[in-house]
């Protein structure tokens, strides 16, 4: 869509919210058992995320929430079942409930994940890896195409956490997600915990990985916690749970890249073993010190080790 069409398409229509700005501000994921909490708070910094697939009825209690949240914050709209990897073609009907979402909430950021999830007439409940190779960029790209065609506006795409490599790719997950960015305009989420949690299972180096990212395409960063396990074999393996706090290295990772490319709004995931509201709420305020220290320029100048 051409890019004066679409500016004078928006502009035809008021907003039904504020329009919150997310520049150099933390935030963390919406959860109903934390909302009186943070009713009761009022109106604070930051922004929460929701994932779309929750709210994609037509009222209810979860709109009124999200309503009453939405009022007084901004917020980031993440999908987790458009399957934009998927062989298929993309479910036009989940597409349309994703577009209202959209119209609905005007978030202030939206963003879906590099995986499958869908084959046939069966969901799975995961976000499956793929192999990186020209075959799967077109079919990614084109979904990505359509989606934002349908939402008039770019969509941040997230990096994800795998458990296995495929023999087919013929190149690495930093250059495939380059390429898809310059190939749709499409923006990027860097999920760092998906990151550690990688190279860790595969044995490649972080610092090597994000080196080689696109960080000037970067509109979101995600932080969250990970689990331990070991495999069959008795090796350390890492499970990207969204249970727990941010790890150490984690948070050391992100000092580095926020010295590198300066204050992207960032999200604190946390899905499962759902905490009191403080102990979020205390990861999001540890996420917002980084970024406060960056735009007050104390951050370091970063530059990333390849080794």
């Not at 009124?64 to 999908?79: K, Q």
């Not at 577009?99 to 969901?123: F, G």
């Not at 948070?251 to 590198?260: D, F, N, P, T, V």
């Not at 305020?285 to 100048?301: E, K, N």
Request: with cysteine; aromatic share 8%; net charge negative.
């Amino acid at each position: 869509m051409n890019a004066a069409v679409l500016s004078g398409l928006l502009a035809s229509e008021p907003p039904r919210f504020p329009g919150f700005r997310v520049g150099g501000l933390a935030g963390s994921s919406f959860k109903h058992e934390h909302f009186a909490a943070i009713l009761d708070e009022g109106g604070q910094r930051g922004f929460f995320e929701v994932h779309a697939e929750n709210y994609m009825g037509a009222g209810g209690p979860p709109h009124r929430a999200l309503e009453a949240l939405r009022r007084d914050h901004p917020i980031s709209l993440h999908g987790v079942c458009m399957s934009i990897g998927g062989s298929e073609p993309l479910d036009k009907a989940h597409l349309a409930r994703f577009r209202t979402l959209v119209e609905r909430y005007e978030p202030a950021l939206v963003s879906e994940h590099l995986a499958w999830s869908t084959h046939q007439s069966t969901y799975f409940n995961d976000l499956l890896p793929l192999p990186y190779n020209e075959a799967t960029l077109s079919r990614v790209c084109n979904h990505i195409d359509q989606v934002q065609d349908a939402i008039w506006r770019p969509l941040l795409l997230e990096n994800p956490s795998t458990y296995l490599a495929f023999s087919e790719s013929t190149m690495g997950e930093a250059e495939f997600m380059r390429r898809v960015a310059e190939r749709t305009g499409c923006g990027l989420l860097l999920d760092i915990n998906n990151v550690f949690v990688s190279a860790t299972n595969h044995g490649f180096s972080a610092l090597k990985y994000l080196a080689d990212f696109p960080l000037a395409r970067v509109g979101e960063i995600h932080l969250a916690g990970h689990a331990e396990q070991t495999d069959d074999e008795g090796d350390l393996l890492l499970i990207d749970s969204h249970d727990r706090p941010v790890a150490d290295a984690v948070w050391k990772l992100y000092e580095i890249i926020i010295g590198r490319c300066g204050p992207v709004p960032t999200l604190i995931e946390w899905d499962s073993n759902i905490p009191d509201w403080s102990v979020l709420k205390a990861e999001a305020v540890a996420a917002q010190a980084i970024l406060d220290r960056c735009q007050r320029g104390r951050a370091p100048c970063c530059r990333m080790s390849r080794n």
